[in-house]
């Protein structure tokens, strides 16, 4: 996929978790160490729907498809590079600062 061809971008948290034990909320269990991703239905449960526009598909530059809770969408992407991903929401900041990693990708 080539970025020129792309006309809109989104911006907001990948799925990821870091490579060491996290709790998930409401669940006793921990991930492995090794880095592999979670069930989204713990997270997404925890995040009020009123956080986020929408559950959306980017492509990483390897051409790889990511998961993204999308906080904004742009047709110009160096200006939303520009400002860091934020959300005024508390508990998708903190879920964000466990397992989600910020970014901009080419929308799917």
């Known amino acids: 996929m080539l970025v020129d061809t792309v006309d809109t971008f989104i911006k907001g948290f990948k799925w990821m978790v870091k490579r060491y034990g996290i709790m998930l909320p ?3 269990r921990t991930p492995d160490r090794t ?4 069930g989204t ?3 997404i449960n925890c ?3 009123t956080a986020y526009i929408e559950i959306g598909a980017g492509f990483k530059a390897n051409g790889d498809v990511v ?9 110009d992407k160096e200006e939303l590079e520009k400002k860091p991903v934020h959300t005024d ?3 998708l900041t903190q879920i964000a600062e466990l397992v989600l990693t ?4 080419p929308a799917l």
């Open 41 to 43: 239905g713990p997270i």
């Open 35 to 38: 880095g592999r991703s979670i």
């Open 89 to 91: 929401d508390e508990a």
């Open 47 to 49: 995040i009020p729907r």
């Open 26 to 28: 409401d669940t006793g």
């Open 67 to 75: 998961t993204v809770i999308v906080l904004e969408k742009g047709s």
């Open 102 to 105: 910020p970014g901009v990708w």
